[in-house]
């Protein structure tokens, strides 16, 4: 693939794990530790196909109306696997953020992601973005509101805010937006994810489960967008 057909940046919902598990007749905790797999297995897939960054939607907003059993497993093991991999990622050169809102999540998922997002990488290869505890209308509410105390204070002018203010004022600032988004488990839907960001994103959804989501069925999805051609709005010029 050349590069300039390689995404820069990859958005995923990683879903179907319930869905998984119980095609298997096994438990929804089942399809959420397999799917912890593959988060692994694709991180390190998008780093050695040279994605620059990587966002994956863990845990929305809304997820916290799941049966408090399943969100509290999903946090424990949320606070197990940072503790266990958030080093051997940033030996291989990876950054974690989170993006999310801090409010509402327990304080020892806090501090585990705290200390995973304080962990420098040597060169810094690719830059992975944990959507934690995030919706995309909240966070664009955020911004409002952080763009509205601005220019009370008046550091900001209302006449000065544009596109590219408002951007940096989102969880994402500084980052270029998401070039593809997957969706697995075959459901067509945002689900409050990105809203601003994903603009022109290219989509590709899957029947999949993101328990079956391998690196093979990544790279058919860079594959896929390589052959996309893009236009934001514009016409084709050959
Ligand atoms: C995605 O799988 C994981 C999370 C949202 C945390 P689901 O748990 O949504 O699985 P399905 O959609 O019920 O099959
Ligand atoms: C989206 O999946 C959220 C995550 C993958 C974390 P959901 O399973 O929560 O989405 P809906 O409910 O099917 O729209
Ligand atoms: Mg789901």
Sequence with gaps: MTKDRLPVHVAIIMDGNGRWAKARGMGRTQGHLEGVKRVEEIIKAARNAGIKFLTIYAFSTENWTRPHEEVSMIMRTFIQVLGQKARDLCKNGVAIRFIGRRQGV?????????????????????????????????????????????????????????????????????????????????????????????????????????????????????????????RWGGVKIN
């Design 106 to 230: 327990p304080s020892e998922v806090l501090e585990a992601m705290d200390k995973a997002a304080a962990l420098v990488p040597d060169p810094h290869l690719m830059t992975l973005n944990v959507a934690f505890n995030y919706g995309a209308r909240g966070e664009i509410v955020d911004a409002a509101k952080n763009l509205a105390v601005q220019a009370a204070d008046g550091r900001v002018k209302p006449e000065d805010i544009d596109e590219k203010a408002f951007s940096a004022c989102l969880y994402t600032k500084g980052q270029p937006d998401p070039d593809l988004l997957i969706r697995t488990s075959g459901e067509e839907r945002i689900s409050n994810f990105l809203l601003w960001q994903l603009s022109y994103a290219e989509l590709y959804l899957t029947e999949k489960c993101w328990p079956e989501f391998t690196e093979e069925e990544f790279l058919k999805a860079l594959s896929v967008y390589a052959q996309r051609e893009r």
